[in-house]
């Protein structure tokens, strides 16, 4: 598995365009980030943008990257036929996910610093704590989606149910379960993973335990199982 990580590294770290998304993240971000100064009500914005952009910036351009080419060139039937089990397939390209979003978040966190150095937008320490443990956080979320999306992939067989299901965790899901938790009065948000992860950073931002982090990685785990559940029973063309 760690040859399958190395050549699909080399591969999708070799395109230009991979590099090409590195100033769109910093556009985004520098034009909807960071205030002439930072107020109890501009550092939750600034929380919301950043929840908002990595989710979507970082996900999209990353997901086809993994297995955009994979589904075009069959180079993923090629990977099994050599003898390798289909939950290392499903787990290295998940990996590969996660560590081709690591510069695009750096870029972000670093976007929003340089933009507080130019404007001169003075942070107290617990400011930019809140603003590292929110991109920390913005991460961990993506880690999520990766799970979740890449369950669609392997069902269908194809890269845009995948995206279809990106789009929708990061733009609709995490934006309307809120709204439904208020009409029917019932925990559905707090259980949700973003919810999960929400409580989690602020009981760590108060000084507390964040022990919702242990039923969220649940999430990804049982994402990752059913993935490999259904990747194994796939009948693919070889």
């Known amino acids: 598995m760690r040859k399958m990580i190395k050549a699909d590294l080399r591969r999708i770290l070799k395109k230009p365009s991979f590099y090409l998304w590195i100033p769109v993240i910093f556009v985004v971000v520098f034009l909807f980030s960071g205030y002439s100064d930072y107020t109890d009500e501009t550092v939750l914005s600034e929380v919301g943008m950043i929840k908002r952009v990595l989710a979507f910036f970082v996900t999209l351009p990353v997901f086809l990257y993994v297995y955009g080419d994979e589904m075009k060139c069959g180079s993923m039937q090629c990977i099994i036929g050599r003898g390798i089990s289909r939950a290392r397939v499903v787990i290295g390209k998940f990996l590969d996910c996660l560590i081709l979003s690591v510069p695009y ?4 966190m670093f976007t929003i610093s340089l933009r507080n150095f130019i404007f001169e937008v003075g942070t107290t320490p ?7 443990m929110t991109v920390v956080f913005a991460y961990l979320r993506i880690i999520g989606y990766f799970a979740i999306a890449s369950f669609f992939v392997f069902l269908s067989w194809s890269t845009a149910p995948g995206v279809v299901a990106l789009i929708t965790l990061s733009v609709m899901v995490g934006n309307l379960l809120p709204l439904l938790q208020v009409a029917v009065n019932k925990p559905v948000y707090d259980f949700y993973y973003d919810g999960l992860l929400e409580a989690a950073q602020a009981n760590l931002l108060a000084g507390n335990i964040a022990y919702q982090i242990l039923p969220a990685a649940l999430y990804v785990i049982g994402a990752l199982f059913l993935t490999i559940l259904v990747f194994n029973k796939k009948e693919i063309e070889f």
């Open 126 to 132: 617990t400011q930019d704590y809140t603003i590292i």
């Open 105 to 108: 978040v750096l870029a972000a």
